[in-house]
RNA sequence: GCGCGGUUAGCUCAGUGGUAGAGCGACUGAUUGACGUUCAGUAGGUCGAAGGUUCGAUCCCUUCACCGCGCACCA
């Protein structure tokens, strides 16, 4: 036999890239490809597409492992294997990491133009895309680089779009005015899944309310505060009907007050009254929502207080909460304060702000609502799909999690008001979003000239005065602030965007008070020069031009690209909604959409898909929103198998965080110890959905695991005869007992190995190949076959026989080594599939062990 | 408040209705060899507590304790 002779130890970094490069050539990563495609049965998997923008962590080693031992079993047992490689742009994820990096820099995303700061973004993400990607093949992943996907890519959004207009259509997305959790430092609203709750101990302040006692722990919110709500069954208040009108002494003066009765209260909780805040809490919101209440914002967007607060307007609420109840106590309005008061208080899940929540016009997804034509709603549909096991959630207790969470589900909030994402499809036949020709003011500056006794005002912009009328619109949020006028003047100040109702447009008086919106907003830096008054905004604005400032009306049309007119009133101002998706309603049709945009053939092969395999931390997030997408728009469930694997974490089974420095970088870990060490330590002795403590011991000891396979194959094929064809035709014979028991092991260990696959239970299926080839293999067969190899062996009959039985031992012997280490070969190989390529490459072997047939009972 | 998971060797974790397993670590010995070592062996666990079902429980049921987590809510 033509057998190289085998290097002393196993060396992983030679090894590794050039075993790389051979899968990737062979084309057969690439499903299409294998030796009787199309009579193969079509195993895919869609990889969860990673942030592209950020560089390979543990969490992606452990799920790429996983993952590619599932693909490499199914195309070793004859499936045509395809797994999907993609990418996410991570909307909010991605666009703060790089707020960060501007701040770093001196900069500030709300200076930017959205365009330029989409196309920074861009380009970011488009360097580290790369890296990331590198270091997938780094893992030995046997995806299919040819159908590599981005969320961003034009064929995806225009399925995104496509999806989008056909739920609008069918009544499944809306826009709404409706409350949503604001965060005030990233200046855009969140979904319910991307805020946590923190327990704090705040006081608690009992307010006097007329004859009433109420409770808040936000005195700064209360200013509005003109319903007061108890329960209908409450005993002590049944002398107030609802609808009574009573006069109280509050914060700012006296006002009137209306009682409201309703059942959300709790009864046993303070004084069983409390006053609502619907701009500014969800549940007064659903309570003024329920009675037709009026709403009236209190806080700002950059969390100051709007001119009903009074004196305490332009404040932020840290300080003003204090001299609020100062205020309080001296009208003797704070009855007594609980000073050490728990309670939850909500926090964006990045930066820690405590939300605000707002009332923003925003796009929703209906959760519950049924189809028009008569299908369930989008969760029930979801429930159903488990219930009935379409969807199988592996390990099980997820689907008790799944369906409890699913079972109280409100509507998702999908607008997000950053840069980083795909733009909306909707376009507002509406003046105050038009879109025409503007004015543009980089630097722009109010003067108010003190003339004697006279004021006069004047817009200026690199030294040229405006005269006309001009619409203010602060070109990064889209907020128009109002008409401005030097000597007439005439501005409007638009509270919220919902331009269909003229009832939220509120008007400024003067300049005067439009300056005080400026400020409120924008502190400006104030300069004071003689009798020039200036406050210089160091934003950028736009001021539409007059001839733009015709109403349109209000037609909502749905295009991915920008209409030429209206085709309601033929205006042709339109403008585009300024906000992006939420990532996770593009992320959400990833199994579809990424077999669509490569085609329809592509679809009608791979869908739907057999595993999706992820971390049980977005089954929320990700999972449940792909079962909901996929059966609304293919009709099919996306994939038969939801396979959870756990967090990994470090040797003392913390969570890995930048902050605690316990991150582990699989790159590192690799140039040390060898990619399969790796893949090896993260599946070993852990199972599904349990997080998994990853140390530095456990790899190395996987090293030498992968070093002893190769020292096996040394062997094997040192001992083998000179001119033996390996090539095995015959029946193996076990001529010992020690044949006989070994052959029966590696049965068994075949059965097992299997059986555990396609059960995914990689941990006992990994244990097993490692039982049997280090102990029963190495440690007992290979011991005994040292004899059996022997040609002086004593036999019993005589001495010519002796010899000719002793050649026949040794011929058998080698015959026996050589098929169980070709079986082992085969069963790690999804496991270590570079050491094993390699060995079988070794060989000799024609073709590449990652498309050999997966090894049969005898 | 509702729910979930865990508690097994010094450490990290598998596992099973019938004398308890792995990796790492510790200890003893062997080994010039296929093996950047490896092998043989030793020590070490009333499988969180109590009760129940059973011929038999670490495993199933109930209660409890401790640790961890998810969801919801707090005027």
Redesign the pocket.
């Known amino acids: 036999m033509a057998q190289k002779e085998?290097a002393?130890?196993?060396?992983p970094t030679e090894a590794e890239e050039r075993i790389y490069k051979l899968w990737e050539e062979s084309g057969f990563f690439n499903p299409d490809n294998l030796p009787d495609a199309k009579k193969r049965e079509p195993f895919t998997i869609i990889m969860p597409p990673p942030n592209a923008n950020a560089p390979l962590h543990v969490g992606h080693a452990l799920f790429l492992t996983i993952e590619d031992i599932l693909i490499r079993f199914n195309r070793m047992q004859g499936r045509r294997a395809l797994w999907l490689p993609g990418s996410d742009h991570a909307g909010f994820e991605t666009q703060v990491v790089f707020e960060k990096k501007l701040e770093k820099e001196g900069r500030s995303r709300f200076k930017m133009e959205r365009k330029e700061l989409y196309k920074e973004i861009w380009d970011f993400v488009q360097n580290n895309k790369h890296i990331s990607e590198q270091g997938i093949k780094r893992m030995g992943s046997s995806c299919d680089w040819s159908r590599n996907t981005f969320t961003l890519d034009p064929a995806i959004i225009e399925i995104v779009y496509e999806t989008f207009e056909q739920m609008y259509k069918d009544g499944l997305v809306y826009r709404g005015q409706r409350i949503s959790n604001w965060c005030i430092k990233h200046q855009t609203s969140l979904s319910?899944?991307e805020?946590?709750?923190e327990?704090r101990s705040e006081p608690?302040?009992?307010l006097k309310y007329g004859p009433f006692t109420?409770?808040?722990?936000?005195p700064e919110t209360k200013f509005g505060d003109k319903y007061v709500?108890?329960?209908p069954e409450d005993k002590r208040y049944t002398q107030y009907k609802h609808g009574d009108k009573i006069e109280v002494e509050w914060i700012n003066g006296k006002i009137t007050a209306t009682i409201i009765k309703d059942e959300?209260?709790?009864?046993?909780?303070?004084?069983?009254?409390?006053?609502i805040t619907p701009w500014h809490?969800?549940?007064d919101f659903e309570i003024a929502q329920r009675h037709g209440l009026d709403k009236e914002q209190i806080i700002d967007k950059l969390g100051r207080l709007l001119p009903v607060a009074g004196e305490f307007q332009d404040m932020k609420i840290k300080e003003a909460r204090p001299l609020i109840v100062e205020k309080l106590k001296t009208k003797s309005l704070l009855e007594k304060v609980d000073e050490d008061?728990?309670?939850?208080?909500?926090l964006c899940y990045k930066c820690n702000s405590v939300i605000e929540p707002q009332i923003i016009p925003q796009w929703f997804v209906a959760m519950t609502k049924s189809l028009k034509d008569g299908r369930p709603s989008l969760r029930d549909m979801a429930l159903q799909a488990t219930e009935n096991n379409e969807v199988k959630i592996i390990?099980e207790?997820?689907e008790?999690?799944y369906t409890?969470?699913m079972q109280?589900l409100?509507d998702w909030a999908i607008s997000r008001q950053i840069a980083w994402g795909i733009p909306f499809p909707v376009w507002y036949c509406n003046v105050e979003r038009a879109n025409m020709p503007r004015i543009h003011f980089a630097d722009f500056t109010v003067e108010q000239v003190l003339n004697g006794k006279t004021k006069t005002y004047r817009l200026k912009n690199k030294g040229h005065n405006i005269s006309d009328k001009v619409r203010l619109v602060n070109k990064t949020t889209q907020e128009v602030f109002g008409y401005a006028t030097i000597t007439n003047v005439e501005i409007k100040k638009i509270k919220d965007i919902d331009l269909s109702d003229k009832a939220h447009y509120s008007t400024y008086k003067n300049l005067d008070e439009l300056l005080v919106a400026f400020k409120r907003h924008y502190p400006p830096d104030q300069k004071i020069d003689g009798e020039t008054e200036s406050y210089i905004y160091d934003y950028a604005f736009e001021a539409l031009s007059p001839e733009n400032t015709k109403d349109g009306c209000g037609q909502i049309i749905i295009s991915g690209e920008a209409p030429k007119k209206c085709p309601v009133c033929k205006n042709k101002n339109l403008t585009q909604d300024p906000d992006t998706f939420d990532t996770w309603f593009s992320s959400g049709q990833w199994p579809y959409a990424t077999l669509m945009a490569q085609g329809k053939k592509d679809f009608e092969t791979y869908y739907p898909t057999q595993v999706m395999e992820t971390g049980w931390?977005i089954l929320?997030f990700w999972v449940a929103r792909m079962i909901m997408f996929g059966i609304y728009k293919t009709g099919q469930k996306p994939f038969s198998t939801v396979f959870l694997h756990?967090i990994v974490?470090d040797?003392?089974?913390q969570?890995m965080s930048k902050s605690k420095g316990n991150v582990v970088d699989p790159l590192g870990v690799i140039d040390t110890y060898g990619t399969d060490a790796l893949r090896f330590a993260l599946i070993?002795?852990?199972?599904?959905?349990?997080?998994?403590?990853?140390?530095e011991?456990?790899v190395?000891?996987?090293k030498?695991?992968a070093?002893?396979v190769?020292?096996?194959?040394?062997?094997?094929l040192?001992?083998l005869e000179k001119s033996k064809n390996k090539k095995q035709k015959t029946k193996l014979q076990p001529k010992t007992e020690n044949d006989k028991k070994i052959l029966e092991q590696l049965e068994q260990t075949i059965k097992e190995v299997t059986n555990n696959l396609e059960n995914f239970?990689l941990?006992?299926a990994a244990?097993s190949i490692?039982?049997f080839t280090?102990?029963d293999f190495?440690?007992?067969y290979?011991?005994a076959s040292?004899k059996q190899l022997s040609n002086s062996m004593e036999l019993d009959s005589g001495k010519s026989s002796a010899a000719k039985t002793s050649a026949e031992l040794r011929e058998n012997t080698q015959r026996i080594l050589l098929y169980c280490l070709q079986n082992i070969l085969k069963l790690l190989h999804p496991f270590m599939p570079f050491v094993t390529e390699e060995i079988w490459q070794q060989m000799e072997n024609e073709q590449l062990l990652m498309v050999e047939t997966w090894p049969r009972l005898r």
């Open positions: 085998l002393k130890a196993y060396n319910d899944l805020t946590k709750y327990e608690l302040y009992y109420i409770a808040t722990a936000r709500v108890m329960h959300a209260i709790d009864q046993e909780f303070g004084t069983g009254v409390m006053t809490d969800p549940i008061y728990k309670h939850n208080v909500q390990p207790r997820f008790k999690v409890h969470w109280n409100r931390d929320f756990g974490r040797k003392d089974r969570k070993f002795s852990t199972s599904a959905g349990t997080d998994i403590p990853l140390s011991d456990k190395k000891g996987m030498h695991f070093n002893k190769w020292n096996i194959a040394r062997f094997v040192t001992n239970r941990h006992e244990q490692y039982q280090w102990r190495a440690d007992v290979i011991e040292k």
